[in-house]
């Protein structure tokens, strides 16, 4: 396979092999919907002969909204004509756009959603630390008739598929994991294939059955996460049997959740930044910030994983045995050589990067004119520790 060919997701054709990852944009009003910059920033994107561009995570109901501010949602038909505007100038550029729509269960705060923090069970985040509801039965299965509707008004909205989130230890992720999930209803864990499956298997059969087989739906999951009780080579293959059996159309893999987030996206700690703008580690007082830097820090850096080129490249060569479904490789691809290597040696369908985006939108441009080239992206991850703050994602080492 070559990077630079027409690949497909479903029957949606894409131009190449090269996904923009999802990428909190911080740039929708409080409601979550869409405002000029959000419309600019992908119109920018599809400028750049990018295969497929994935959103950044939209809320699907109001108590699975994110800390960050500016984050985008999709909760009623109200919404269709706004995200129309961004898919009509997407594609009037010769691109295709993919949905993210997430739910974020215990990883969120009651004071960012004025409400109750829900869960899969009433396991605590280590890092959010809010008390949780414990979703029910029947309040379980309105959010999988919520996932469904927002996929709908996606499709309305014209754009080409969604992607689930199953990953990153938000709401679905929550499910799937038997560190957190121990429900006793039928969407707790099957003992066989120790995974919690029932809700993702409802949620895609319900988007399925609004918006019909023909429109994609992409698939982001974690190969492992941090957790003391090892996520196994098992269960990750059971994951991905599973979501062979479901007919998805892309199966994205990245790593861990939100717990340590920075096992996500590998790189740099930049810990003054933290200490100002982190909505958890906030603090004004100079004792406290000493506290945190000279105890809790490098208590939690020990657990943070360097970043390596292609970090998450081995879940997805498992995934490749297990399965025909498309497989797309998140995480540390930074070189036109790497990007190669992997689709044409080990045959991995799609490639995805997100902060390379963030730092260069005209990526693509450049590693087609340039065999050598090597994205300016330093990993300093300014960019995700300034999600936290009212500012809108962009690069700031470019400054
Ligand atoms: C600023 C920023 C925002 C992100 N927003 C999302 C998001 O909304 N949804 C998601 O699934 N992942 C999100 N991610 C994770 C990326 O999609 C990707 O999995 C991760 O950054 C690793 O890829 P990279 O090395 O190419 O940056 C975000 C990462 C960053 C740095």
Redesign the pocket.
């Known amino acids: 396979m070559e990077i630079f060919e027409k690949a497909y997701i479903g029957k949606c054709e894409l131009q190449n092999r090269i996904f923009r ?4 944009e911080g740039m929708c009003d409080e409601n979550g919907i869409p405002g000029k910059n959000y419309l600019s920033l992908y119109e920018e994107l599809s400028k750049n002969n990018i295969g497929g561009i994935i959103t ?2 939209a809320f699907i109901s109001e108590e699975g909204k994110a800390i960050q501010p500016g984050q985008a949602g999709i909760l009623s038909e109200k919404y269709i004509e706004h995200f129309k505007k961004v898919t009509s100038v997407v594609h009037t550029n010769g691109s295709k756009i993919f949905l ?1 729509i ?1 739910h974020t269960g215990r990883q969120t705060r009651e004071t960012d959603i004025k409400q109750k923090v829900v869960g899969a069970s009433a396991k605590k985040s280590m890092y959010f630390r809010e008390k949780l509801w414990n979703l029910n039965t029947e309040e379980v299965f309105e959010i999988i008739e919520k996932f469904g509707n927002s996929a709908l008004y996606a499709k309305k909205a014209g754009f080409d598929g969604i992607q689930i ?1 199953a ?2 230890g938000y709401l679905i992720h929550q499910f799937i994991l038997p560190t957190i999930n121990n429900r006793k209803d039928l969407f707790g864990i099957d003992p066989e294939k120790g995974l919690g499956l029932k809700f993702l298997d409802l949620i895609i059969d319900n988007v399925r059955n609004k918006c019909s087989d023909e429109f994609p739906v992409l698939i ?1 999951i974690s190969g492992d996460d941090d957790y003391k009780k090892e996520f196994s080579k098992k269960q990750f293959s059971n994951l991905i049997e599973f979501l062979d059996l479901k007919k998805i159309d892309g199966i994205e893999i ?1 790593y861990g959740t939100m717990d340590l987030a920075l096992n ?3 790189g740099d700690i930049p810990i003054d930044l933290i200490l100002k703008h982190n909505k958890i580690y906030k603090v004004e007082s100079k004792f406290a910030k000493k506290i945190l830097k000279t105890f809790i820090f490098p208590f939690a850096i020990k657990k943070l994983k360097p970043f390596s080129p292609m ?1 998450n490249l081995k879940y997805a060569e498992i995934a490749k045995e297990l399965t025909k479904i498309p497989i797309i490789s ?4 930074r070189e036109k050589k790497e990007i190669e290597y992997v689709i044409k040696n080990k045959n991995i369908d799609f490639v ?5 985006f ?1 730092c260069e939108p005209d990526f693509m441009i450049k590693i087609e004119e340039n065999n050598n080239y090597k994205s300016k ?1 330093i ?1 300093c ?1 300014y ?2 520790i300034m ?1 936290d703050s009212k500012f809108l ?1 962009k690069c700031y080492k470019k400054e």
Do not use: D, E, M, W
Not at 21 to 24: L, N, P, W
Not at 352 to 356: A, G, I, K, M
């Open positions: 990852s999802a990428t909190f950044g995570f993210q997430a989130h990953a990153h982001k990245s996500i996206f590998r970090y998140v995480g540390g691809y995805s990067l997100c902060r390379p963030i992206c990993n991850n960019c995700a999600c994602t």
